[in-house]
Every structure is written in structure tokens, then in C-alpha cells.
T-cell receptor, first 115, second 116 residues
Framework: EAGVAQSPRYKIIEKRQSVAFWCNPI?????LYWYQQILGQGPKLLIQ????????DSQLPKDRFSAERLKGVDSTLKIQPAKLEDSAVYLC?????????????FGPGTRLTVL | AQKITQTQPGMFVQEKEAVTLDCTYD???????LFWYKQPSSGEMIFLIY??????QNATEGRYSLNFQKARKSANLVISASQLGDSAMYFC?????????????FGSGTRLQVQP
């Protein structure tokens, strides 16, 4: 079974530029998450989707971050404009909604550097 | 207050020995889940083990076991017979029972280094 796919793996941009990340979850997983992991910290949730609806985006900086999951499968996360403090690894995870453990499986992440 | 506390920023262990990584949590929910993930230098978060709040037995998965002490709100990870490949960051995480909100809250992690 294929895991969670993310691209690109690395991205370097100048501050005030825009950037987009893509995630393809495990087949059949209805729930998709985007986390931000700043160096030296644990991941922090940005947004949770259930199918193509948003369940929780309370920690998403909506003035610059946006995310969508139009057909309930792939998702994109966008930052516009980027700030220096957005330098982090962006992790996508998915889970099989309704399963008892609801274990989240993570992709390899996208490492963003904002100069 | 921190929901997940990992008090050991770094740990060393000799190859083939056992090691315990500490995790304490804070929640007022009756239903919750506790997870441990491994993050090697490549960056991917690898699921290791899960413990549900209503599970009476401690979870085990191969060389990993979770020492769950509900009254003390602790969920320590025990790795037996450490291997060089176990060197990585280890994160404890909790999912609380809020309906629909399935996101994990992570601790700050423990870096484990296994020495030959």
C-alpha cells in the first residue's frame, strides 16, 4: 500500500514570495491533516479536512495561509506572502476515519526555507 | 499548561540495552488516545505504538511497549534491545475525544542516540 505522498521535498524562497505544497493521502483515507514543524519542536496542526470539508483550521494563519481539498483526495497548502518565521517542515498526514485507533500516517514532509 | 510533556531532550543508550522515554499528559477527557512516533533524520514521522485510554493492558508492538499509568497520566515508551537504527527523535502525542477533531497534540520530543 502506497504511503502519503508530498511534493516538493525541499523549497527555498525569498520572503514575500508565494509557495504551494501538495499532498496525496493514503487511498481510502477520508481525513487529511497539515502540520507545521518548526526546528526543535513537535508538529503543530494547521488544518484538518474530513473528505473535502474543513473540520479544524483554528491554528491556520488565515491572512497568509490557505488550504483546499477539492475532490476529497489531494490537498494543497499555500503560503502567500511568506515570512521568515514560516521556515519549517510541512507535514501532511492522513487517517482512516472511523477506525478505533484512527492512527495518522505521515508523508515525508516539505522542508521550506524562507530567506 | 502543556498537554504533552517530554522532559528528556536527549538520551543515550548502549546497543542491546533497554531504554525508557518519558511522557506525561494532561487532559480532562475520559476518552483519549496516546501515540508514539519516531522521526529519523530523514524527517518522516513513523508510527510506533498506540494506547487507548480505556485499554486495560499496556500496548506492545515488537520491541516497543508502552507503560501506561492512567492515574499518574504517564505513557512512557520502552524500547527493548536497542539497535543503532533506533537513533532518532521520538515524539509522544495525544488525541483527545472532541468529536470530529482528530488532530494530535505533540510533545517537544526526545532525541535518542544508540551507542555501539
Amino acid at each position: 500500500e502506497a504511503g502519503v505522498a508530498q511534493s516538493p521535498r525541499y523549497k527555498i524562497i525569498e520572503k514575500r514570495q508565494s509557495v504551494a505544497f501538495w499532498c496525496n493521502p493514503i487511498s481510502g483515507h477520508a481525513t487529511l491533516y497539515w502540520y507545521q514543524q518548526i526546528l526543535g519542536q513537535g508538529p503543530k496542526l494547521l488544518i484538518q479536512f474530513q473528505n473535502n470539508g474543513v473540520v479544524d483550521d483554528s491554528q491556520l494563519p488565515k491572512d497568509r495561509f490557505s488550504a483546499e481539498r477539492l475532490k476529497g483526495v489531494d490537498s494543497t497548502l499555500k503560503i502567500q506572502p511568506a515570512k521568515l518565521e514560516d521556515s519549517a517542515v510541512y507535514l501532511c498526514a492522513s487517517s482512516l476515519a472511523g477506525h478505533t485507533t484512527d492512527t495518522q500516517y505521515f508523508g515525508p514532509g516539505t522542508r521550506l526555507t524562507v530567506l | 499548561a502543556q498537554k504533552i510533556t517530554q522532559t528528556q531532550p536527549g538520551m543515550f543508550v548502549q546497543e542491546k540495552e533497554a531504554v525508557t522515554l518519558d511522557c506525561t499528559y494532561d487532559t480532562s477527557d475520559q476518552s483519549y488516545g496516546l501515540f508514539w512516533y519516531k522521526q529519523p533524520s530523514s524527517g518522516e514521522m513513523i508510527f510506533l505504538i498506540y494506547q487507548g485510554s480505556y485499554d486495560e493492558q499496556n500496548a506492545t508492538e515488537g520491541r516497543y511497549s508502552l507503560n501506561f499509568q492512567k492515574a499518574r497520566k504517564s505513557a512512557n515508551l520502552v524500547i527493548s534491545a536497542s539497535q543503532l537504527g533506533d537513533s532518532a527523535m521520538y515524539f509522544c502525542a495525544m488525541r483527545e475525544g472532541q468529536k470530529g477533531r482528530r488532530a494530535l497534540t505533540f510533545g517537544s520530543g526526545t532525541r535518542l542516540q544508540v551507542q555501539p
